[in-house]
């Protein structure tokens, strides 16, 4: 049911943000829209999510309507500052947004419509089982203004969707592409890599069928091993084996080598799109820092340097919205030094890149060593861009730790 909220301040209880905090009109501001439902829950799964038994009293056939009371209150409290943006980008979340009726998402989306406005040309995502897309609910989702879909294919090698508690049936992933694309939406699919049991033979595979599917955007994550997950207890225990982090390395490369032969081009460590404009914009918002506001359970939210959350469980969740009070948790406007710590983990991230003159104090002196050890583009540092190499990019951390120190 997903980890710890951070500490912060309290939020009032009408929600409205601290005094005195400017705003940039010229910002983009996106919506996440978190669906915390599953069917079963995945081994390795740390998201705020939550099966039917694990609901103590939320319904999921009120979902709707409770989310768009918060929507009501958020643009409350931003009207109430003068900062009502249109949503450039939406992307609903989960859990599995599709177990909802594609009705219930409509609504929502019309919500954001009603209460903010909806940029021209803005993506609209929603996050979808394989197993619950057919014709019907694309053309529906279509209909409503979603754009885009991005499919939680993992792997196409039975064993390993397994290993990982995925119940989907592989051959449906065509199935949801095809209906996706019948009813005019982009496509994406996740997939993850290193799972128990998995080899590089398996990781081909999986990636060869993701690509024999024509999809607009791949993301290909790297297992991780969450504490409080059953998979982590089951590595404890000896049952299966930990991720290795050489196997990990290899597959990153045959997934970049396959993504690059087939026309695909990385634009964030884990993220490729056939062209720029085909990248996750909504994804992009949050690697560079703008403003968004994620409603739901356990959601967060960033508007103006101040940062929130909402409470998780489902049931808080609608007991304070009934209430008419804020859902959320705790609060915080990081310092400077965060700030500053933040934007170097998650702009060198991307292939674009963060401005060497960005850097502080001994970072800006590292570069040069970095440089020698293969793992910022020396050329683009020229041109006065942080950029990683492909050995940067499987080593991002300590690159982030040298800039930072």
Known sequence: MGAALPLGEPVPS?????????????????????????????????????????????????????????????????????????????????????????????????????????????????????????????????????????????????????????????????????????????VSVDLIYGAPGETLDDWRTSLETALALEPDHISAYALIIEDGTKLARQIRRGEVPAPEDDLQADMYELADD????????????????RDDSRRSRHNLAYWQGTDWWGFGPGAHSHIAGVRFWNVKHPAAYAQRLAAGESPGAGREIPDAEARALEDVLLRTRLRDGMPVSELLGEGRHAVAALIADGLIDGAAAVRGNVVLTRRGRLLADAVVRALTR
């Open 14 to 186: 009408d929600g409205a943000l601290p005094a005195g905090f400017g705003i940039d009109p010229e910002t983009a501001f996106g919506v996440y829209l978190h669906v915390p439902f599953c069917r079963v829950r995945c081994g390795y799964c740390d998201f705020n999510t939550y099966t039917s038994d694990e609901l103590r009293g939320a319904r999921q056939d009120e979902y709707a309507d409770t989310l768009l009371r918060e929507i009501a209150l958020a643009r409350d409290v931003l009207a109430a500052v003068g900062d009502v943006r249109p949503a450039s980008t939406v992307f609903f979340g989960g859990g599995t947004p599709t177990l909802l009726p594609p009705g219930d998402l409509a609504r929502m989306l019309a919500g954001v419509r009603d209460a903010f406005g909806i940029a021209p040309g803005a993506e609209i995502t929603v996050e979808a089982n394989p197993d619950t897309v057919d014709t019907a609910v694309a053309a529906e989702l279509a209909a409503s203004g979603v754009t885009r879909l991005s499919i939680g294919m993992q792997s196409a090698v039975p064993h390993v969707l397994a290993a990982l508690d995925r119940t989907h049936d592989p051959g449906n992933v065509r199935t949801a592409v095809e209906a996706a694309r019948g009813a005019g939406l982009a």
């Open 258 to 273: 396959l993504l690059a032969t087939a026309g695909f081009e990385w634009y964030e460590v884990s993220n490729w799109a």
